[in-house]
């Protein structure tokens, strides 16, 4: 195991590598980022580039091994990071319960990057940003949808869930919780969320909550190691208004995606049934093939999520980028 660390960490070796890589020479300066996945290198790049502009070639497979994949993989490489050598992963419950998997190198070596929030997409499923596109998700029509008020009463349910499940883990889990038991707890992906008046059905949330309560019903926290675990959140900057970036990454934006597609359904069907009755004969195909096109090009969650700029405004973003920075 130390030979693997020591081969694919070395200084010198990622120095001749890069160099071999790019056919110059100076490249041999250049350190690398190692990623978990490849869909991890847009966002990753943007946050070392604006810290260290092409200094750091990022790349997700291990070198000499193109099978070598994911967070499991480069844990192996942890202990021999170095400023060279930069590893870049998602937080999951590792940053929040230090004593859980791998959490403790996050504070051990500052060359191990990491979200902060739980994922990736949390990193980019910022309240305000999101809501300004479902706002906007309109060609004649107006929707209802506020994000913003559905989101943070979510956040709310999660942050209560959060306090019980990272205790759980943190004092040795002795009810053998796992993260999907905990991830389960906020699916309501089958539930009609988009009402037909176009606002949000905040009455689902309900659902979560009794799911959070029933999970935890057999464990009943004592009051004040609630509190003690609720200030360990607190310290690390977690609180009610952005729980919702600390679960589950995917979970939550499955649930957005699921909130957008649904919306852009009974847009679409609402809009056309509008052309059907202001326009008549090739005007009716012709006013249906600019809706198509409006749909296809202004209501794309997935490129509005990828294309989230840096901002300096972003908690998130600023820990990420003062992390970086101290290198």
């Given at each position: 195991m130390n030979e693997f660390i020591n081969y694919f960490t070395n200084s010198e070796y990622i120095g001749a590598y890069n160099?071999?890589?790019?056919?110059?020479?100076?490249?041999?300066k250049k350190g690398i980022v190692y990623i978990e996945d490849d869909t991890d290198q847009f966002f990753w790049e943007t946050f070392v580039n604006t810290i260290f502009p092409d200094q750091y070639n990022v790349q997700a497979s291990i070198i000499d091994r193109p099978g070598e994949r994911g967070k499991r993989a480069l844990e192996k490489l942890y202990q021999g990071a170095n400023k060279?050598?930069?590893?870049?992963?998602?937080?999951?419950?590792?940053?929040?319960?230090?004593?859980?998997?791998?959490?403790?190198?996050?504070?051990?070596?500052?060359?191990?990057?990491?979200?902060?929030?739980?994922?990736?997409?949390?990193?980019?499923?910022?309240?305000?940003?999101?809501?300004?596109?479902?706002?906007?998700?309109?060609?004649?029509?107006?929707?209802?949808?506020?994000?913003?008020?559905?989101?943070?009463?979510?956040?709310?349910i999660a942050y209560n869930g959060l306090i019980q499940f990272t205790n759980e883990i943190i004092n040795e889990n002795k009810s053998n919780l796992t993260e999907s038991d905990f991830s389960?707890?906020?699916?309501i992906l089958s539930k009609k969320i988009v009402k037909d008046d176009l606002s949000l059905d905040e009455s689902l949330l309900n659902i979560i909550e009794n799911n959070i309560n029933s999970l935890f019903s057999s464990i009943n926290l004592p009051t004040e190691e609630f509190i003690t675990a609720e200030e360990r959140l607190k310290f690390l900057g977690i609180n009610p208004n952005n729980a919702y970036r600390f679960i589950c990454g995917h979970t939550v934006y499955d649930l957005i995606v699921k909130i957008h597609d649904q919306l852009k359904e009974m847009l679409f069907k609402l809009e056309f049934e509008k052309i059907k009755k202001d326009f008549v004969?090739?005007?009716?195909?012709?006013?249906?093939?600019?809706?198509?096109?409006?749909?296809?090009?202004?209501?794309a969650i997935e490129t509005i999520c990828r294309s989230y700029p840096i901002s300096h405004a972003d908690e998130i973003h600023v820990k990420i980028l003062d992390r970086i920075s101290k290198l």
């Open positions: 160099a071999s890589k790019e056919g110059n020479l100076d490249a041999a060279k050598v930069l590893i870049a992963v998602d937080s999951d419950y590792d940053f929040i319960c230090p004593n859980y998997k791998f959490g403790s190198h996050f504070y051990s070596n500052q060359f191990i990057l990491h979200t902060f929030g739980f994922s990736r997409e949390s990193a980019l499923l910022e309240i305000k940003n999101l809501d300004y596109f479902f706002r906007n998700c309109k060609f004649t029509i107006q929707n209802n949808v506020d994000l913003i008020s559905f989101i943070s009463k979510f956040s709310n389960n707890c906020f699916n004969g090739e005007a009716i195909k012709e006013r249906k093939r600019q809706l198509m096109s409006h749909f296809q090009s202004h209501f």
